[in-house]
């Protein structure tokens, strides 16, 4: 018997079979966002508006991971996108095993842009490197600005930081630039976007960003 | 379940490990484990249990957790403070413009294992 020292996060393997999913991917010219929130942040109606302002531009596919119902990758296919239920076996997040299942079953294009829309939850998605190239994560107004510090992780992990439902901005006391310089603290590199997928209002400033960074993905693959 | 989906990396690392390190048999395993890592050690011990008899190399291991405090660091005052006495508001300050500094992780320390 001997004791070896590890220091080792629990978690490791998954890290190493995200690293090689986010290798394989590339080289097949797949880019995987993996976007994060809470249960009702806007995930979907997101999703949907954004799948339409890119319609010719990129193909898009969708993951559906929210165990909620099937009823998103309803809502994403009548807008004529690819779409998959995903299956997380009761967990509370999408792992880089699960994610492969998932693409395997849903065989996407290659060149396209496949959004997973993780399980709805502020915590246990962003533990998990899901193999993506990106991590986008909404907070929307009705949630609070102060969400950066109760669950600072989601947002250390994140590319992007969407926050949603500004249309609501008026009925809530959401302080927007609250919000921006908590969750810059927390990750100075955070690209934020307000937006609303209701009006449409700073959707175009995101997708701008996101086209830019596809083709950054394109161009080095 | 939070827990079951951290066991079934746990053991995928310590396979991985073995496999790495020519191990056949891991009789130790000791994790540490932040206070306010959303971790329950009893239930986290009971998945172990019933989990660990699916590895061979894993089956006669004991899990030992030793609990890492969380501590939170106030950006308005420059302290830290015990979390979970104090939770989210400065107790130095009153400020709320408090982060986690630890107290979230779940570490594979060390193993004994031949
Ligand atoms: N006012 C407003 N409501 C929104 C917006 N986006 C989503 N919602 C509403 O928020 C609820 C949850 O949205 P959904 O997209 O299903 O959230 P998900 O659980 O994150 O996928 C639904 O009732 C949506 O109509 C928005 O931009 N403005
Ligand atoms: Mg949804
Ligand atoms: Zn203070």
Redesign the pocket.
């Known amino acids: 018997m001997k004791v070896i020292e590890l220091n080792k996060k629990a978690t490791a393997s998954n890290d190493r079979d995200a690293a090689l999913l986010r290798e394989e991917l590339k080289s097949r010219g797949l880019f995987l966002i993996n976007l994060m929130?809470a249960?009702?942040?806007?995930?979907?109606?997101?999703l949907s508006r954004t799948i339409k302002d890119l319609e010719g531009r990129v193909p898009v596919g969708v993951m559906e991971a929210?165990i909620?119902s099937d009823v998103?990758a309803a809502a994403i296919e009548a807008l004529g996108a690819k779409s998959i239920q995903a299956h997380t076996g009761g967990c509370c997040h999408m792992d880089a095993a699960m994610t492969r299942e998932a693409l395997d079953a849903f065989q996407p294009e290659g060149g396209m842009i496949v959004f997973l829309?993780n399980v709805?939850n502020l915590i246990c998605p962003a533990e998990y490197d899901t193999g993506a190239h990106l991590k986008i994560m909404?907070l929307?107004v009705p949630e609070g600005d102060d969400k950066p510090l109760k669950y600072p992780l989601m947002f250390e992990e994140s590319d992007a930081l969407l926050i949603?439902?500004?249309?609501?901005l008026p009925y809530f006391d959401f302080d927007l630039e609250a919000a921006r310089k908590r969750a810059l603290a927390l990750n100075p590199e955070i690209a934020v976007f307000p937006?609303?997928?209701?009006?449409g209002e700073g959707m175009a400033a995101f997708e701008d960003w996101l086209l830019g960074r596809y083709r950054a993905f394109t161009e080095s693959a | 379940m939070h827990e079951m989906g951290i066991i079934i990396h746990l053991a995928g690392t310590l396979e991985e490990t073995a496999r790495e390190e020519g191990l056949t048999r891991i009789s130790r395993v000791t994790l540490e484990v932040g206070e306010v890592s959303g971790i329950i050690t009893d239930y986290f011990e009971d998945c172990w249990n019933y989990f660990k008899k699916r590895h061979p190399v894993l089956e006669d291991s004991r899990l030992e957790i030793l609990t890492i405090p969380a501590v939170t660091y106030c950006s308005a005052c420059g302290r830290e403070y015990e979390t979970v006495k104090y939770g989210r508001e400065c107790p130095y300050c009153k400020s709320g413009e408090t982060w986690l500094v630890r107290g979230n992780e779940c570490v594979i320390k060390e193993i004994e294992a031949e």
């Open positions: 929130s249960a009702g942040s806007g995930k979907t109606t997101f929210d909620a998103d829309e709805g909404l929307s949603t439902k500004t249309d609501a937006v609303s997928a209701k009006t």
